[in-house]
């Protein structure tokens, strides 16, 4: 790779790429930031960024630029490349025949640092410019206990904030405090955009937002509850962690140096309620569709993809798999997760209209074997206390209510807890968990031995599962069959068998 001869991205360079990456075909000179987006990820580059890109494109439109912001010290070396290539990035879509698409995103305006200068954050959302600040912070980021599902007031950086209302840590101080200064100057709120995998997004933000402001100001809370809108949506597009290979393949293939492009699968969906104060890009315009209530949407892709993924990264953890399209090419992987789908998930999802559920479980199958898109489990497991308590367990205590299937989802939970204890796959190597809740789940998945419940006693993730002994004999026997040989594949064909046997 001659890298000295590759054209670098950025913006004196971006007519001057070659001819097979699309490039603005808008004079970014001419965008306004009319969005703020904190939690500037690989996944808000392929999605919102993506649309709203594309919606420029098509309409020239150019009021909805978009000022990233991030809060944490991890979000520096983000901004250092971003800034470094004058907000431009490369989007390298991949399709399961190979086919490679790349794109140069230039929606972009700027790059805030929260930990840094946490008034020109504020100062930002509080513009009359702003009419949109997004999220893209994960499940944990909206600090809520998953079992009682109310703000959590004993986070050190909640106390923080709430001490230092003007220079905070987390997105609700922020939002809090740029919120009463557009209240203050009369001007009016921004709407709040979740573009989380959380279901009712909108819903959770606004409780949490809620919760927050009226420790603040009282006043402030009312004005929130009756004047900001949350709209909920459901996103969806497959985006891994950019590797260096993807650097590498722009610079070796392409003559391109981009240091932080981003990969993803060909398929994007977003639904959105038509819930906005100050106006919105027309997204609809490029594929968005805009809907009254987001809800089953919500469901069926949350308890679908998201728990199948969930199904797959702790499973194939286990049997000593590396990515998603390597675990699902495997048959009895497949045939577990159409069963978890058809049998668990499917039968407790209310209907879904313009949707076949058929033939949009055969198209995550067809996703999720994407031999390009290397999806790896590491970081589909990431954060798995805040995923599964979003994305399974619901479907477990609606299967208990209705007498529904549990097997599936129940050895989910037994090689969870297998997972959490060994820290390894079945052949002893060391795997790499990313949990803020990490040490916690290792030490009560660790006393199995002495109380095999123990680890579904964590009721901020699991709620009342331990109480109820139908599900805990099953879990139970899971457990101890995992225990007794981690060969995760000999148990799910196991529950692929006996399931086919009570149908026959």
Request: overall charge negative.
């Amino acid at each position: 790779m001659n890298t000295q001869s590759n054209v670098r991205l950025n913006e004196d360079n971006l007519h001057h790429l070659p001819s097979g990456i699309s490039v603005p075909n808008y004079d970014r000179k001419k965008v306004k930031a009319g969005i703020v987006h904190v939690g500037v990820g690989g996944f808000h580059r392929s999605h919102e960024a993506y649309y709203t890109d594309a919606y420029m494109n098509q309409t020239g439109d150019l009021n909805w630029g978009i000022c990233g912001v991030g809060l944490r010290d991890a979000d520096r070396k983000m901004k250092s490349i971003l800034e470094q290539q004058n907000y431009l990035y490369t989007l390298i879509v991949k399709h399961p025949d190979g086919t490679i698409e790349n794109q140069v995103i230039g929606c972009m305006t700027d790059f805030l640092m929260g930990c840094d200068e946490p008034n020109s954050v504020i100062q930002k959302m509080a513009d009359a410019d702003t009419k949109i600040v997004s999220l893209t912070i994960t499940e944990g980021g909206y600090n809520f206990n998953p079992a009682t599902n109310e703000f959590d007031f004993d986070n050190p950086d909640v106390i923080h904030d709430l001490a230092n209302p003007f220079a905070p840590r987390l997105v609700f101080g922020f939002l809090t405090a740029a919120l009463k200064l557009r209240m203050e100057r009369g001007l009016p709120p921004f709407t709040v955009q979740s573009c989380d995998n959380i279901q009712h997004n909108g819903d959770v933000a606004r409780k949490m937002l809620l919760a927050y402001s009226r420790k603040v100001d009282f006043e402030l809370a009312k004005w929130i509850e009756q004047e900001v809108p949350f709209p909920n949506a459901m996103v969806d597009r497959i985006t891994p962690v950019t590797t260096p290979a993807d650097i590498n393949y722009l610079a070796s293939e392409m003559g391109v140096s981009d240091e932080w492009p981003v990969t993803c699968e060909p398929f994007h969906q977003w639904i959105i309620e038509d819930k906005f104060s100050v106006g919105r890009p027309q997204w609809q315009k490029v594929g968005a569709q805009f809907v009254a209530d987001v809800t089953p949407y919500e469901n069926m892709k949350i308890r679908l993809l998201n728990a199948g993924h969930s199904v797959l990264g702790i499973l194939g953890s286990i049997h000593g798999f590396e990515t998603i399209d390597e675990s699902i090419q495997d048959p009895i992987f497949r045939q577990f997760l159409q069963l978890f789908m058809d049998n668990e998930v499917t039968p407790i999802l209310p209907p879904v209209s313009g949707i076949d559920l058929d033939e949009y479980k055969q198209t995550l199958l067809i996703r999720f074997a994407n031999p390009n898109i290397k999806d790896h489990l590491t970081r589909i497991c990431s954060e798995s206390a805040s995923k599964l308590a979003t994305f399974l367990i619901p479907t477990i205590n609606d299967n208990l209510r209705q007498e529904g299937d549990i097997q599936c989802a129940a050895l989910v939970l037994a090689a969870w807890c297998y997972y959490s204890d060994k820290q390894t796959d079945r052949h002893g190597k060391e795997i790499t968990i990313i949990d803020v809740m990490s040490q916690q789940l290792h030490v009560a998945a660790a006393k199995y031995a002495v109380n095999p419940a123990s680890f579904l006693e964590m009721t901020s993730i699991f709620g009342d599962l331990n109480k109820n002994q139908g599900f805990m004999d099953v879990y139970k026997k899971h457990l101890k069959a995992i225990y007794t040989d981690p060969n995760v594949k000999k148990h799910m064909q196991s529950i692929i068998n006996s399931t086919a046997l009570a149908v026959s």
